[in-house]
């Protein structure tokens, strides 16, 4: 039950018959959760969540619920607002209303109409039951947001007036008058209330040296892997431009557009062995007069009764506009033993142009071969020699510094101490970096203490252009590593938790000066979790800092093998695909136990299964069921 006091409860209501079912994907209801429990949001406690169908006894029985019995203060509808014939959510809405809010309707769509002017298509119905706010969304996650942000500065003041909280509603009426009064000009502000950007986020200055006195609960807070991976690709950079050769280009993406700068062929060149003719010669005996070979110019130029014999790729000489092949010759006279052919009798009669590839036939003079953004590859290169290009402009690869921490762990070369494990991260992660291509810096370990943590850091930052560390960054007492970073590097951390499995306490930074902006990934500890998470943020942010036009990852539909109990949070599993006979979408078979720490996940994994989150109604991935999966692997 809400009370006065404390943070505000939220419902999130998705509607939606193919979510209900499990064959699409719901984003819009993750999506508005993230924003509302935003410290710059609502800072609100989602504690209902559900998918129904587009059936109006479902929606207004939950309705009911949520604000007749669990006393939520505010419910959230996403989907069925639209025209179609199942959109009944405004109807089933209005059903179970006692005071319409006709304001907060008009004030989303008047936002919408400036965006889209489909939106006037558009039926949201708001109001109140009992003291629960009841607010329609559309079902897109793009305007679910957008119309939840056109209303967000005033919902913590409707709340409170449903919660009676009087104190504070005047203390919201003299706040306003201020602004009124002395900030006019900026009223009309509007900060996006899901960016995370968070610049007043505490440094956890508690004292170190003390156990009992460090922090109990993280002061970051949780957002969506949507927002966290937005946020990454918003802050990561595209490096500079530089001029490389060509046979060191491999890998590079092209900083612009490069053209040929000879044609290709550059000369009339014979597509066969055989003889170069003038065709209105036709068939018949004629004299040879010389040859023509691949590398050597045309001693003569062909004459009426006269041919040349060429051989494949060889200069057509001049005067001839046909090559008759080989077999389609046969030899009337020879000299020196067969050394010199003298005549040839023509079988066939040629026509102009026959098995001749003229001047720039493949390839004009000037003409676009490779557009900026493309990644050089084998034959992109050979394609670049064809024509004579000899350097390109490319983007800079980044430069990553990858380090693990930890008193517990040593390097695989060394004796196993008691207490202690194996480094694996560090192998793992470099190893995938240079499979992709990263120049890379191994860092080696850093012990869990203030002083080797800001010296690792420190050299990691002078020499890299991103730095990836794992460990050190959940509750633990000698979890310090957000501590050092800010206090050792003044990096400013953008988030220190996402809403996934595996990967949750994953935080990301940025690292300014004069001349740059560094990236920092500090990856959680276990093997599972650091490898997913570089796939995920990491692999994505360093193709775009390289000049990647898409860095994501490949995502494509997968059909579940066997049922999957779902996680209340969305969650990545490791999988296996593979195309069975006639089936046009692969099968995704778990690589068995999904536990974090289990590195054996990984082994044969070749994508990571986009589960969604667990609900009242759907607590279990049903075999066959489509879901998407993002490619990690070869295939």
Aim: with cysteine; glycine share 8%.
């Amino acid at each position: 039950m809400a009370s006065n006091k404390g943070a505000f409860l939220v419902g999130i209501l998705t509607v939606s018959d193919r979510c209900h079912q499990g064959s699409q994907e719901d984003k819009s209801g993750p999506n508005l959760k993230s924003i509302v429990e935003q410290k710059n949001g609502l800072a609100a406690l989602v504690v209902k969540t559900e998918i129904v169908p587009d059936e109006t006894k479902q929606i207004k029985d939950i309705l009911v619920e949520w604000s007749d019995r669990a006393k939520l203060d505010l419910i959230l509808t996403t989907g069925g607002t639209g025209f179609a014939e199942r959109d009944v959510t405004p109807e089933a809405t209005k059903a179970v209303l006692e005071k319409e809010a006709p304001g907060l309707a008009l004030s989303m769509l008047m936002g919408s109409l400036n965006v889209t002017p489909l939106a006037m298509l558009s039926r949201p119905a708001c109001g109140i039951r009992g003291k629960s706010l009841i607010l329609n969304l559309p079902g897109s996650k793009k305007g679910a947001q957008e119309c939840l942000e056109f209303v967000l500065p005033a919902l913590p003041h409707a709340i409170q007036l449903l919660r009676g909280d009087n104190q504070k509603v005047e203390s919201t009426h003299k706040a306003m008058m201020s602004s009124v009064s002395h900030d006019q000009p900026a009223r009309h502000e509007h900060r996006c209330p899901h960016s995370y950007d968070i610049p007043d986020l505490p440094v956890e200055h508690h004292d170190i040296s003390k156990v009992a006195r460090r922090p109990r609960t993280s002061p970051y807070p949780m957002i969506s892997y949507n927002d966290a991976y937005s946020l990454v690709q918003d802050k990561a950079p595209i490096l500079h431009q530089r001029s490389v050769k060509c046979q060191d280009a491999l890998g590079y993406i092209l900083a612009s557009d490069v053209t040929a700068q000879h044609p290709l062929p550059p000369f009339r060149a014979s597509v066969k062995d055989g003889y170069a003719v003038i065709s209105s010669d036709g068939q018949g005996p004629r004299r040879v007069l010389s040859d023509s070979l691949a590398g050597e110019l045309p001693k003569s130029e062909v004459i009426p009764g006269y041919v040349i014999r060429i051989t494949t790729g060889a200069p057509v000489p001049d005067g001839a506009d046909a090559v008759v092949e080989v077999e389609s010759t046969e030899l009337l006279k020879e000299s020196d033993g067969g050394e010199m052919e003298l005549e040839v009798n023509i079988l066939c009669d040629p026509v102009p142009g026959q098995d001749i590839r003229p001047i720039g036939l493949d390839i004009p003079l000037n003409q676009v071969i490779l557009k900026r953004g493309m990644k050089l590859g084998p034959s992109e290169l050979g394609l670049l020699a064809a024509v004579g290009v000899t350097h390109v402009p490319v983007y800079q690869m980044p430069t990553v510094a990858v380090i693990s921490t930890g008193n517990e762990l040593c390097e695989p070369h060394e004796k196993l101490k008691k207490g202690h494990i194996f480094d694996s991260n560090r192998t793992t992660l470099l190893s995938v970096l240079k499979e992709h291509g990263f120049p890379c810096l191994d860092m080696g370990i850093a012990k869990d203490n203030e002083e080797s943590l800001k010296a690792t850091l420190k050299s990691a930052a002078d020499q890299a252009d991103v730095i990836i560390s794992t460990g050190g960054v959940s509750m633990g007492e000698r979890d310090l590593l957000k501590y050092c970073l800010m206090v050792g590097l003044h990096a400013k951390v953008h988030f220190g938790r996402v809403f996934l499995k595996p990967g949750k306490p994953t935080t990301f930074a940025t690292i300014s000066s004069k001349s740059s902006q560094k990236l920092f990934f500090a990856l959680p500890g276990n093997p599972v979790s650091a490898v997913v998470t570089l796939e995920l943020f990491v692999l994505p942010a360093l193709r775009k800092m390289m000049g990647t036009p898409k860095p994501g990852l490949t995502k494509i539909k997968a059909r579940v093998a066997s049922d999957i109990n779902l996680d209340p949070r969305p969650e990545f599993q490791r999988v296996k695909l593979a195309w069975e006979e006639d089936h046009p979408i692969p099968k995704a078979t778990i690589t068995g136990s999904q536990m974090s720490s289990r590195l054996l996940s990984m082994a044969e994994a070749n994508a990571l299964l986009m589960l969604p989150p667990k609900t009242e109604r759907m607590k279990v991935m049903k075999e066959g069921a489509i879901v998407d999966a993002l490619i990690i692997g070869k295939l």
